[in-house]
């Protein structure tokens, strides 16, 4: 590529979220070019992500983005306009279960939320949970305990009250591939790709941004820029220097996921479905090769390890052995291997757990960021929500003043996007945590 190119637009960033923005743009007219550091898109904190796609929240707008992001992974080809001749990544429509325990107060917000969003939902009592799952232990064991609390692993209490069952969610089989997918589509649009190149500097001229410049010292012009720079979007703001107008930030936060063997007997791949367990502090789904996946749901006893996101420890801790063991306290035949497989990965954090879908200080300077562990499955509707805004504000809508509402097409409601403001107090509904 030579010195000096013009674009409509950049979007620093080729994940699953950068690619849905470059997608939707795209199809506005716009010209765009995603620049990534990697050598393919995807492979940020998209390639580590469980790609896990549930319709709870603890937020009424947090459900309802959701749910109508679920349609599009549903109709994944559709909202492509691909073929079945094209590679795509596949949606593994399993379901999700949610313990109903004192911390989450027994979903009360998310039934309601549910019943007024019409997802379809069902109440399983522990007997029913044991049927669909015989490996499983019912009892209570929380409030979750560090693994060297002397009474870790003993019960607390007999069966939990239940559960609700979510039918419409599970998970993408490959997320890296899913994000591929959206740079295939965004490309019959129009829009260009440059990989293994690092945005170093965002310039400005006349008070607005006019372009990047990359580490090799090449300057490419765009009147916008959009930063979906995952794990790095803080350091991507602090060079457009809109930090401080910020009262939401983002920081990168260590994370570990376990993979570890189905216990014996038992065909988890098959059988087993995705489940949020606030007793015992985890979240699991079936992974490839008959395994169990178990992430973390941030419990309180756990330390948060926020990290420079270009020098950090990559390697598994103690966190990958306490997650297993608070897992076999629900599957008592689970198997604990010595050695730890899995990911180790960056969530990219707002103070409040809810993503920032928003314009900045900076005239021309958008953000699609703090994406905090739990947007993957709303990659499509960010797309949307970021050509909307984008479109709006360039034309002269002042947003901040008068937040932009947006239309949800599958679920006909309509969302304010205000929600997702950088200026917004902090989100006191949110569950601080992964679970958004
Ligand atoms: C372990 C883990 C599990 C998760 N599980 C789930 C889940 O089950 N469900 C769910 O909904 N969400 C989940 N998420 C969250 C979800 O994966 C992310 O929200 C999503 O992948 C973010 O996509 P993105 O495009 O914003 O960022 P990324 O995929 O991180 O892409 C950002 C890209 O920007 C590039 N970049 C950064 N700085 C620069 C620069 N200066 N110059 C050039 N390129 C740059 C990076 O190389 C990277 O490729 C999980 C995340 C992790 C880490």
């Known amino acids: 590529m030579g010195n000096e190119q013009n674009f409509d637009a950049i979007i620093i960033g080729a994940g699953v979220i950068g690619n849905a923005v470059a997608f939707e743009l795209s199809k506005q007219g716009l010209k765009t070019l995603n620049i990534d550091r990697n050598h393919v898109s995807g492979y940020g904190s998209t390639s580590a992500s469980c790609a896990i796609i549930r319709v709870h929240y603890s937020t009424f707008d947090g459900c309802a983005l959701a749910y109508e992001s679920y349609h599009f992974w549903k109709d994944w080809m559709a909202y492509l306009e691909a073929s079945e001749h094209d590679n795509l990544a596949t949606f593994i429509e399993c379901g999700c279960m949610i313990y109903q325990t004192e911390q989450n107060n027994y979903l009360d917000k998310v039934i309601k939320r ?4 019409n997802i379809p939902h069902e109440l399983w009592d522990p007997k029913k949970i044991k049927e669909k799952l015989r490996i499983v232990d019912t009892n209570k064991y929380g409030p ?11 019960k607390t209490g007999d069966d939990l009250r239940g559960s609700v069952f979510f039918p419409t969610a599970g998970y993408i089989n490959d997320p890296q591939l899913s994000a591929q997918n959206l740079q295939m589509a965004a490309s019959k649009k129009g ?4 990989f293994k190149s690092s945005v170093k500097e965002i310039i400005q001229e006349k008070g607005r941004v006019s372009g990047v410049v990359l580490e090799n010292g090449e300057k490419i012009n765009a009147k916008i820029v959009v930063n979906v720079a995952g794990p790095h979007s803080m350091k991507v703001n602090q060079m457009a220097g809109v930090e401080n107008d910020m009262n939401i930030k983002t920081k990168a936060l260590k994370v570990e996921v376990c993979h570890v063997p189905s216990p014996s007997g038992f065909n988890y791949e098959k059988e087993g479905f995705v489940i949020s367990d606030s007793d015992i502090g985890c979240y699991s789904r079936p992974e490839i090769g008959n395994n169990v996946l178990i992430g973390s749901e941030d419990p309180e006893c756990d330390e948060r390890l ?3 996101p270009d020098i950090w420890d990559e390697s598994f801790s103690e966190q990958w052995r306490a997650q297993v063991l608070r897992q076999a306290q629900r599957y008592p035949d689970l198997p604990i291997p010595s050695n730890s ?11 409040d757990w809810i993503p920032i879908y928003d314009k900045s200080s900076l005239p021309g300077f958008y953000m699609a960021v703090g994406s905090s562990g739990n947007q993957y499955k709303n990659a499509p509707m960010a797309g949307k929500i970021m050509a909307e805004l984008i479109v709006k504000c360039e034309d002269g809508h002042d947003h901040d003043k008068d937040p932009i509402k947006l239309q949800l097409n599958y679920i006909d409601r309509e969302i304010d996007l205000g929600f997702y403001s950088r200026n917004r107090i902090i989100n006191e509904e949110s569950s601080m945590s992964v679970l958004g």
Request: charged share 30%; net charge negative.
């Open 341 to 351: 497989k899995g990911v180790v990965a960056l969530y990219d954090v707002s103070d």
């Open 144 to 154: 979750v305990k560090s693994t060297s609390d002397k009474s870790f692993g003993s």
């Open 306 to 308: 926020f990290v420079d």
């Open 114 to 117: 549910a019943e007024e969003l």
């Open 191 to 194: 829009a260009k790709f440059l």
